[in-house]
């Protein structure tokens, strides 16, 4: 097991409303939106083109208000997204707030590039892909250790004044890390992985967000497909897909970590609703400030999370979820230690 986890910096006053909009660059948009990784990018039971392009649609025909996607998945994620919006019709488009990330690439490897040229270059090519012209949130996707982040925020800052971004959100990243960016221009958003699994955010970058006025994005709010009502079935999975080679997934591990779901279940089954819509609704009760990304390729799937909004916790019911699972109760780490070499964000709770 990992170590004990730190208490997380919790928002005073009662849980917030798991409906009501949330601030998120200048917009205000429902507390789930949806990462479009999925559909073609690190897992695995990807969608044709069409049939992307059809549930992207419904989500957005559905009234979502918030899709997440990057340079790294491809430039396909981002092609596939643009088609969507525009069969959508401009006053969809009005309503969404758009996000998507550059300083990460996969040309042959996997490789972070937060140079002024590169992230120049990447918006826009992205804003070409997504057939735009304007991003209204940007993220630097990784902190570059060769790059001072002050170098590559001052290039988003650039691309907000020419009026190619609308804001900027950097991922992955450390308090002490977006301490220095703000220094340079806001930060309207950092985006992490968070769950009821994986508490990295609670040890030093939520409090930052916080003091700073940053919103915080939690990606893989169901941990990457174990807190749900089908968790994978490693047999059955691509040979690529990115579980292959995380911990948590790995054998002895993840056969402790199912025993854990199955607990997370029966909670849900208490609260009326699904294993998934539970784990995104907890994300949601950390605060007024917290928004979640899950991604999929189902409709059914969709429905789960999103239906997060209708789950009403009690702070009862958030302590007993908290002691149930977190990163002391997970089997194995988020990530091998080469994995996380590439990640800024706390790997492990301050002393």
Same mark, same amino acid.
């Given at each position: 097991?990992?170590?004990?986890?730190?208490?997380?910096?919790?928002?005073?006053?009662?849980?917030?409303?798991?409906? #009501?909009p +949330?601030?998120?660059?200048?917009?205000?948009?429902?507390?789930?939106?949806?990462?479009?990784?999925?559909?073609?990018?690190?897992?695995?039971?990807?969608?044709?083109?069409?049939?992307?392009?059809?549930?992207?649609?419904?989500?957005? *025909?559905?009234?979502?208000?918030?899709?997440?996607?990057?340079?790294?998945?491809?430039?396909?994620?981002? *092609?596939?997204?643009?088609?969507?919006?525009?069969?959508?019709?401009?006053?969809?488009?009005?309503?969404?707030?758009?996000?998507?990330?550059?300083?990460l690439?996969?040309?042959?490897?996997?490789?972070? !590039?937060?140079?002024?040229?590169?992230?120049?270059?990447?918006? !826009? @090519?992205?804003?070409?892909?997504?057939?735009?012209? +304007?991003i209204?949130?940007?993220?630097?996707? +990784?902190?570059?250790?060769?790059?001072?982040?002050?170098e590559?925020?001052? %290039?988003?800052?650039?691309?907000?004044?020419?009026?190619?971004i609308?804001?900027?959100g950097?991922?992955e990243?450390? %308090?002490?890390?977006?301490?220095? %960016?703000? @220094?340079?221009?806001?930060?309207? #958003?950092?985006?992490? *992985?968070?769950?009821? @699994?994986?508490?990295?955010?609670?040890?030093?970058?939520?409090?930052?967000?916080?003091?700073?006025?940053? %919103?915080?994005v939690?990606?893989?709010?169901?941990?990457?497909?174990?807190?749900? !009502?089908?968790?994978?079935?490693?047999?059955?999975?691509?040979?690529?897909?990115?579980?292959?080679?995380?911990?948590?997934?790995?054998?002895?591990?993840?056969?402790?970590?199912?025993?854990?779901?199955?607990?997370?279940?029966?909670? @849900?089954?208490?609260?009326?609703?699904?294993?998934?819509?539970? &784990?995104?609704?907890?994300?949601? #009760?950390?605060?007024?400030?917290?928004?979640?990304?899950?991604?999929?390729?189902?409709?059914?799937?969709?429905?789960?999370?999103?239906?997060?909004? *209708?789950?009403?916790l009690?702070p009862?019911?958030?302590?007993?979820?908290?002691?149930?699972?977190?990163? &002391?109760?997970?089997?194995?780490?988020?990530?091998?230690?080469?994995?996380?070499?590439?990640?800024?964000?706390?790997?492990?709770?301050?002393?």
């Open positions: 097991m990992d170590a004990t986890p730190h208490p997380r910096p919790a928002e005073p006053g009662p849980l917030p409303d798991p409906a #009501a +949330r601030r998120l660059a200048g917009k205000d948009v429902h507390p789930v939106g949806l990462g479009c990784m999925n559909i073609v990018h690190g897992y695995s039971g990807f969608l044709d083109d069409d049939a992307a392009v059809d549930l992207l649609t419904r989500v957005l *025909e559905d009234g979502t208000d918030h899709l997440d996607t990057a340079t790294l998945y491809g430039g396909r994620s981002e *092609e596939l997204v643009g088609r969507a919006l525009a069969r959508a019709g401009s006053d969809v488009r009005e309503r969404v707030l758009l996000a998507s990330k550059g300083g690439v996969r040309d042959g490897q996997r490789r972070i !590039d937060g140079r002024p040229e590169t992230l120049r270059a990447h918006v !826009d @090519a992205s804003l070409s892909r997504l057939g735009q012209d +304007r209204d949130l940007y993220y630097l996707h +990784r902190l570059d250790p060769e790059v001072p982040v002050e590559s925020v001052g %290039a988003l800052a650039e691309a907000v004044t020419e009026g190619k609308g804001a900027i950097l991922s990243v450390s %308090a002490v890390t977006l301490t220095r %960016a703000v @220094a340079v221009h806001p930060i309207a #958003a950092v985006q992490s *992985e968070y769950s009821l @699994a994986t508490r990295n955010p609670e040890w030093g970058v939520l409090e930052a967000c916080r003091r700073h006025g940053t %919103a915080f939690a990606f893989s709010p169901v941990s990457r497909g174990l807190l749900t !009502d089908a968790p994978p079935r490693l047999g059955g999975l691509d040979a690529g897909d990115l579980r292959h080679r995380l911990p948590r997934f790995a054998e002895g591990h993840y056969e402790a970590n199912l025993t854990l779901r199955e607990a997370l279940s029966a909670e @849900a089954v208490r609260l009326g609703t699904s294993t998934a819509g539970l &784990a995104v609704a907890w994300v949601l #009760a950390q605060g007024k400030d917290v928004l979640a990304i899950p991604g999929t390729t189902s409709w059914e799937h969709w429905l789960e999370d999103r239906g997060a909004h *209708e789950v009403r009690t009862a019911d958030v302590a007993r979820l908290d002691d149930l699972v977190n990163d &002391a109760t997970v089997a194995g780490p988020r990530y091998s230690e080469s994995q996380q070499a590439s990640i800024d964000t706390e790997a492990a709770p301050p002393r």
